[in-house]
């Protein structure tokens, strides 16, 4: 199978700590995503990377992404008690198929 | 442009009656794809539509299930004789084609 893996399953951290997830998928991929979904909730797409990038920014979110080690990581800094949610990376192999999703890493902060 | 809509957010159907859920792309989007998310658990991919046509549907149950986008309205869900198994969050996702996807609310299928 080519579905991700997040790690860790569950994280807590403190408020303005940074908080930082991994994906690692299977096989070569055309390009990664993460998404944020609130608990009860739809995804919300937060960072895409391509496969020829290692790095991006968005806001406080930092993905880097190493097709060597089929990983990748996304860091939130500066946390807020509203990032508490389940993080998700998703794959696409090939391009217009289907996106393969991790089972996610659940965030807590505490305020 | 509004986002995807996906109807009804909350279904509840008894053991053997069909349910039917409904998809609404963002405007300009053609592509569509649905997802099942059991309670803790990440999404499954369940079946790929472009306009008319059933791209990959590698995720659907053999029985029961199936999918279709008209050329006009919405992307269906349809599951016929639904058993207490399939209850469910059901997300439908669209794209102008990949890389990026934006997903719907979901709807939250429950079979009594």
């Known amino acids: 199978s080519q579905q991700g893996e997040e790690d860790p399953q569950a994280l807590s951290i403190q408020e303005g700590e940074n908080a930082t997830m991994n994906c690692s998928y299977k096989t070569s991929i055309n390009n990664l995503q993460w998404y944020r979904q609130n608990s009860g909730r739809g995804l919300v797409h937060l960072i895409l990377?391509?496969?020829?990038?290692r790095e991006k920014h968005s806001g406080r979110l930092r993905v880097t992404l190493d097709t060597s080690k089929k990983s990748s990581s996304l860091l939130i800094t500066a946390s807020r008690a509203a990032d508490t949610a389940s993080y998700f990376c998703?794959?696409?192999?090939?391009?217009?198929?289907?996106?393969?999703f991790g089972t996610g890493t659940s965030l807590t902060v505490i305020p | 442009n509004a986002g995807v809509m996906q109807n009804p957010r909350h279904l509840v159907r008894r053991r053997g009656q069909e349910a039917r859920l409904r998809c609404s792309p963002m405007k300009g989007h053609s592509h569509v794809y649905w997802y099942r998310q059991l309670p803790e658990e990440g999404l499954k991919f369940m079946v790929y539509l472009q306009k008319e046509n059933i791209i990959d549907e590698s995720g659907m149950p053999k029985e029961r299930f199936s999918a279709e986008f008209p050329k006009e309205g919405p992307s269906i869900l349809r599951i016929q004789q639904v058993v207490r198994g399939d209850s469910a969050a059901y997300f439908c996702?669209?794209?102008?084609?990949?890389?990026?996807?934006?997903f719907g609310q979901g709807t939250r299928l429950t079979v009594v």
């Open positions: 998703a794959t696409d192999v090939n391009t217009g198929n289907q996106f393969y």
């Open positions: 990377i391509r496969s020829n990038e």
């Open positions: 996702a669209s794209s102008p084609g990949v890389p990026e996807a934006f």
